[in-house]
């Protein structure tokens, strides 16, 4: 039996989307990834994997610029980016929201929210990055302000130009 024999190799890649070459293809052994996104600014992808770790790449190059271990203990299901590209909003597999800042050197767990009893899907930032929108598997969309970490507390109404 060959030693390797289970070991399978999950990659996404970036696709010019008009010559429909291949452009950049990012991998990790025996690792899924569950979500993907680039920063407003385009020096970033960042992506939410199955072992519980958010992972940024350089565009150019698919090289690994920084990675948060343990971001979520049931993997990262959720991932996105402000519109200022100085926090990552990540969604995990126990239902948890978390906010990370991320500066050239340092990241930083800002906050921990937790009302979804399953998995966050979909992750969704408002252009003023003061609100956040997240859908779960329990069929649940919680909108969050992003000033106090907390769920809103008034009745609003979906504006599809806000998101």
Known sequence: MHPYKYIYICFHSIWHALTGNELLRISQANKTCNSICFTRDGKMII?????GRIRAYYPESGREM???????????????????CRRIISGGGEGMIRIWQINANSRELLATMKEHKNAVVA???NKSDTECVTASLDGTCIIWNLKRFARNGTPCSFNVDEF
């Open 47 to 51: 992506s939410g994997w199955d072992d």
């Open 123 to 125: 992750i969704r930032i």
């Open 66 to 84: 920084f990675t948060i271990n343990d971001a979520h203990n049931r993997g990262v299901t959720a991932v996105t980016v402000t519109n200022d």
